[in-house]
């Protein structure tokens, strides 16, 4: 399975942008991208997932690079409910390997 | 409401008893999976099935079973050969294919003592 690479943690300011990196330089042709975040105690939640182009939804925005070994998620303006551990996963195609492999993830403070 | 839902959230058993953490969704989802969280840790995956009566383990299956005998359930078996067993056991669903979203239930607490 393809790996990502994210920072343990970042530190955010209330209501300025936010950009999580992820780097997964081994990914391949038909991994999908996929971002969720997981509050303390609570199952994670889906944030966004994209391929080549970047995406845009209601909770935030994927951009991916032109080669495909890198990504950021970003929040336009972060809240205080923001605050949760950010997880990068790629997801391969193709019966069994469809499977979510997790990481670290990144865990985001954000301060009022 | 469609959701995925696990019970209990809370669970105390003694060491070597079994135990079973439900895993329910309405979803109509094809894909099904367990993760087990330890402190401060990531997610790993224990099994997941992509349809009925077919699963396969995942990175850390030993002492654990499962079953999927119908498309909405995929029941968790923590057996007395797991060593390690309390944790923070969270079940998920999707519809086939990589471009879908994953739903994740609210987790079960188990702690054996």
């Known amino acids: 399975d393809a790996k990502t690479t994210q920072p343990n943690s970042m530190e955010s300011n209330e209501e300025e942008p936010v950009h999580l990196p992820c780097n997964h330089s081994?990914?391949?042709?038909?991994?999908?991208i996929h971002w969720y975040r997981q509050l303390p105690s609570q199952g994670p939640e889906y944030v966004i997932h994209?391929?080549?182009s970047n995406v845009n939804n209601r909770m935030a925005s994927l951009a991916i690079a032109e080669d495909r070994k890198s990504s950021t998620l970003i929040l336009h303006r972060a809240t205080l409910r923001d605050a949760a551990v950010y997880y990068c996963i790629l997801r391969a195609y193709g019966g069994a390997t469809n499977k979510l492999i997790f990481g670290t993830g990144t865990l985001l403070a954000v301060q009022p | 409401d469609g959701g995925i839902t696990q019970s209990p959230k809370y669970l105390f058993r003694k060491e070597g008893q079994n135990v079973t953490l439900s895993c329910e969704q309405n979803l109509n989802h094809d894909a099904m999976y367990w993760y087990r969280q330890d402190p401060g840790q990531g997610l790993r995956l224990i099994y997941y099935s992509q349809i009925v009566n077919d699963f396969q383990k995942g990175d850390i299956a030993e002492g654990y079973s499962v079953s999927r005998e119908k498309k909405e359930s995929f029941p968790l078996t923590v057996t007395s050969a797991q060593k390690n067993p309390t944790a923070f056991y969270l079940c998920a669903s999707s519809r086939a294919g990589q471009n879908t979203e994953a739903f994740f239930g609210q987790g079960t607490r188990l702690t054996v003592v």
């Open positions: 994209g391929l080549t």
């Open positions: 081994t990914i391949s042709g038909t991994d999908y």
